[in-house]
């Protein structure tokens, strides 16, 4: 009973994650495109939690960890893009991050 | 069906309807801050409430300390994720 | 229910793959690579393979999408674009056609196999020996090590490679760009919060990896991801590749690995272990082995050096 209700939430939320590869697909903009890369990513620690959770199998949950853990990183990788180089400070208020 | 049972029935419906309403804030809303704030907002809450009803399932300390960390985890990639994305967004020749 | 949900899984994976391939914009099909990955951990999962999920995992969400992106802002900076002349047809038939011709033979040897169980069968049998309750890592360090030795002998061929490229005027010096190093920012914080937590789940997971899903692999791509992080954020520069202690971590794992084998070749057999002390020196092997992976993929992704 609970398995299936775990089963359950992990298929709606799957297919809630697989609404937001739309942004991923049309944009308009990268951020977008990069921020439902983000998404899918702590949808996909949340599925895995759930499945952990249907098969009560506690070793999926490291799967969650690794990618709650690095789920940031395309991000960070992207907006260093937006520097010179690759190589400036993201946050800084000039034009090229430097 | 237990209380506990229900508790985490409940929890698990919470939970997918953040998240529902996470894809339709990135679908609906019209501009990219405003779709930023649905996603890393929306979805954290319902990873938290997954995560609750997970932790109450398993019934054990060390799992739910596991669990525990992975929402903390989440919750400080979108954080920090949010905010340099955001701000990579407001130049005008890399969000086209 | 798990029936819906493997489908819906299946058909994300495939819309995933499809758009990735035949993306037009470079930066999108980047994206649903890592999409991709995600995915396909979550696949590994429901078919039971924790360990090759947590591969997975670390790989496509944290590596590959640092990798691709920088190879797209290489791509866009250098000024080559996207390709402008379209490839010409008969090109494509034929790449496809190899493709194809090569699919249809790999397709003919599996099929043509004697039926056979593989190792499912004999594995939990004969796991006792290696006293590991984990039979991946009975399978990898145990049972098929030749594979695991050649496979962490041709990641440390691939850093060579990768090295060969320098130009020679570089060589020896640091690979990547000059990092600013930023002022306290959400960066800078998030690259000194992170680095401990990744370094108690590497050591936790490789920990973990005698017993249940886990190992070498896993946990030092968490650890190489760590150390991207840390440069990204510009908090430490990369090292000096021509440093004698850098190049010792990198052929550590595998040079412990050769020595155990070679020992077990004067003791017997190469690559068997001593009787009843198994289990210690697989560990031994694997956090050599850990250390080794985890300073070889960071420096595949920082590439060959660029500065003296």
Not at chain 1, 4 to 11: D, I, T
Not at chain 3, 28 to 38: D, E, L
Not at chain 3, 169 to 193: E, Y
Not at chain 3, 255 to 262: A, K, M, N
């Amino acid at each position: 009973m609970m398995e299936e209700l775990f089963m359950l939430a992990a298929l709606c939320v799957l297919l809630s994650v697989a609404g937001a590869l739309y942004r991923a697909w049309r944009g308009p903009g990268r951020a977008d495109r990069m921020m439902s890369a983000q998404l899918i990513g702590s949808g996909g620690g949340g599925v895995a939690v759930l499945i952990a959770a249907a098969r009560r199998e506690p070793a999926i949950l490291d799967v969650a960890l690794v990618l709650a853990l690095l789920a940031a990183f395309a991000a960070i990788a992207f907006v260093k893009t937006i520097t010179r180089d690759g190589a400036g400070d993201p946050e800084a208020d000039t034009e090229d991050g430097r | 069906m237990s209380v506990v049972e229900l508790i985490t029935a409940a929890l698990l419906a919470i939970g997918v309807f953040f998240y529902f309403a996470g894809t339709v804030g990135i679908l609906r809303f019209p501009d990219v801050h405003s779709r930023l704030h649905a996603l890393t907002k929306a979805d954290n809450l319902g990873l938290m409430a997954i995560v609750i009803a997970a932790g109450l399932h398993f019934g054990d300390g060390w799992i739910a300390g596991k669990l525990a960390l992975i929402w903390l985890l989440a919750l400080f990639a979108a954080g920090m994720a949010a905010q340099l994305v955001a701000r990579a967004a407001l130049s005008p020749e890399h969000n086209a | 229910m798990s029936l819906a949900f493997d489908l819906a899984l299946c058909i994300l994976i495939l819309g995933a793959a499809a758009l990735a391939v035949f993306g037009r914009d470079l930066f999108g099909s980047i994206v649903f690579f890592i999409v991709y990955g995600v995915l396909i951990a979550l696949a590994w999962i429901t078919l039971g393979a924790v360990d090759v999920s947590l591969a997975e995992a670390a790989i496509g969400a944290g590596v590959t999408g640092v990798l691709l992106i920088g190879a797209w802002q290489g791509i866009r900076d250098g000024g080559g674009g996207e390709p402008e002349a379209p490839t010409p047809w008969p090109l494509h038939l034929a790449a496809g056609g190899a493709a194809a011709a090569l699919c249809g033979v790999i397709s003919f040897a599996v099929l043509s196999l004697p039926g056979h169980d593989g190792l499912a069968g004999e594995v939990p049998e004969n796991q006792g020996a290696l006293e590991l309750g984990n039979p991946v890592t009975g399978v990898l360090l145990g049972f098929r090590a030749y594979d695991t030795l050649l496979e962490t002998l041709v990641l440390t061929a691939a850093l060579a490679a990768v090295w060969s490229l320098t130009p020679s005027q570089f060589w020896g010096g640091i690979p990547g760009p000059n990092h600013v190093k930023p002022p306290d920012g959400v960066l800078a914080s998030f690259g000194r919060m992170l680095p401990p937590r990744g370094l108690i789940v590497a050591v936790y997971l490789v920990w973990a990896g005698a017993d249940a899903p886990g190992g070498a692999f896993q946990a030092g791509t968490v650890l190489a991801a760590v150390w991207i992080l840390i440069v990204l954020a510009g908090l430490r520069d990369e090292p000096r590749l021509s440093r004698l202690p850098l190049r010792a971590l990198i052929i550590l794992g595998p040079l412990v690995f050769l020595g155990v084998g070679l020992i077990g070749m004067l003791l017997g057999a190469p690559l068997s272990y001593p009787e009843g002390q198994a289990k210690p020196v697989i560990l031994v092997i694997e956090y050599a082995l850990t250390l080794s992976i985890a300073a070889t993929l960071a420096l595949l992704i920082a590439g060959p050096a660029r500065r003296r």
